[in-house]
């Protein structure tokens, strides 16, 4: 199947602080997802991608679908303690013929401090 | 409307028992896929149901398995635990339709599972 790499792993910052996190794959994917899972939760979708090149935002977030098709950004700016927690992309594995069944990145854990 | 509820949402078993969790997914909504996550391997998807028929499945052995109802409520069964099937299983709700497209996924919290 397809995996996705993400990097980094972990981040600390400072709250005010802007934030980039990002992931690679050696195969295409067609949709890129950024969730994020808060302690106790299941992953939250914050945006979703369709198109290469495409640049999305959601408040403070901002998501970008690379133009291989092969990578994607997120950037948090301006971050606040609420945005503590782990961040995941994700794609449907086209491998597996199917938009229901995602493949997941490793995960960013942010700290933020106030 | 209510979100995706799963339980119980914690549980303890042995090696060698089995385990049954369970899944009510938003209303309307008739595709309810499961993944398990621990912290080596990250999210990993088990299988997706839709319509009480499995339509998806992942790379888990037979011991995992699941079934959908006619409500779409759906449950996942692990005969024989492991250690290593300790774990949060998640499930994820949607309406099943996107055809060649994606549409969201609604994720539950979860229910973590830890095999003595």
Known sequence: GQQLNQSPQSMFIQEGEDVSMNCTSSSIFNTWLWYKQDPGEGPVLLIALYKAGELTSNGRLTAQFGITRKDSFLNISASIPSDVGIYFCAGPDLSGGSNYKLTFGKGTLLTVNP | ?116
Not at chain 2, 60 to 82: A, D
């Open chain 2, 1 to 116: 409307k209510a979100g995706v509820t799963q339980t119980p949402r914690y549980l303890i078993k042995t090696r060698g028992q089995q385990v049954t969790l369970s899944c009510s997914p938003i209303s309307g909504h008739r595709s309810v896929s499961w993944y398990q996550q621990t912290p080596g391997q990250g999210l990993q998807f088990l299988f997706e149901y839709f319509s009480e028929t499995q339509r998806n499945k992942g790379n888990f052995p037979g011991r995992f398995s699941g079934r959908q109802f006619s409500n779409s409520r759906s449950e996942m069964n692990v005969s024989t635990l492991e250690l290593g099937d300790s774990a949060l299983y998640l499930c994820a709700s949607s309406f099943g339709l996107a055809g060649g497209g994606w549409e969201t996924q609604y994720f539950g919290p979860g229910t973590r599972l830890l095999v003595l």
